[in-house]
């Protein structure tokens, strides 16, 4: 059993309900929590009430505890902390995007710079192999009729 003082318990549920998520590695001998200022075992623990009151979600991944507040949880801190109704966690409020400019770059040049999104290439296609037949050996003549398809795969590379 760890007792958790009051201070240390206030440190935790005021960061959860701030951020609204809080990640802890599960790691009771590491002395303190990566972004609270207690033992991460005393977060673990306290974190480890939570959930099984339902006010937080878990989820275990690769020795790292992920706990997400649930509305309840919001509710819960709100009376523990005496916060007011119109103070929400970080993962509830809407940030604000920068508005772009219509498609014109720093110096102005706009679209037809190379740059993300270009994809294909010089060549301009992503498929065909190393050949410009589709496979290796598509130009080579096949026992028994061959030259059919040999011409095929010529006509398809003039429409292309």
């Known amino acids: 059993m760890v007792l958790v003082s009051r201070k240390d318990r206030k440190l935790i549920l005021e960061y959860l309900f701030r951020e609204g998520v809080l990640t802890v590695q599960k790691d ?3 002395p303190k929590h990566d972004h609270i200022d ?4 005393r ?9 099984s ?9 690769w020795q790292w ?6 509305d309840s949880g919001i509710e819960y801190l ?3 902390l005496h916060l007011p109704a119109q103070v929400f966690p970080a993962t509830l409020t809407k940030q604000s995007r920068p508005t772009r400019s ?27 192999g ?12 096949v026992e028994g009729g061959g030259e059919e398809v040999v011409a095929v795969v010529a006509q398809e590379e003039e429409k292309a």
């Open 102 to 128: 219509g498609g014109m770059g720093d110096d102005g040049e706009g679209k037809g710079k190379k740059g993300k999104g270009k994809g294909k290439g010089k060549k301009g296609g992503w498929g065909k």
């Open 28 to 30: 009771g001998m590491k």
């Open 43 to 51: 977060v673990m623990m306290v974190m480890k009430s939570l959930a």
């Open 53 to 61: 009151r339902d006010y937080v979600k878990m989820k275990f991944n």
């Open 38 to 41: 207690v033992s991460n075992l």
């Open 78 to 80: 709100r009376e523990v």
């Open 130 to 141: 190393k050949g410009k037949g589709g496979y290796e050996g598509a130009d080579e003549k």
């Open 65 to 70: 505890f992920y706990y997400f507040l649930t």
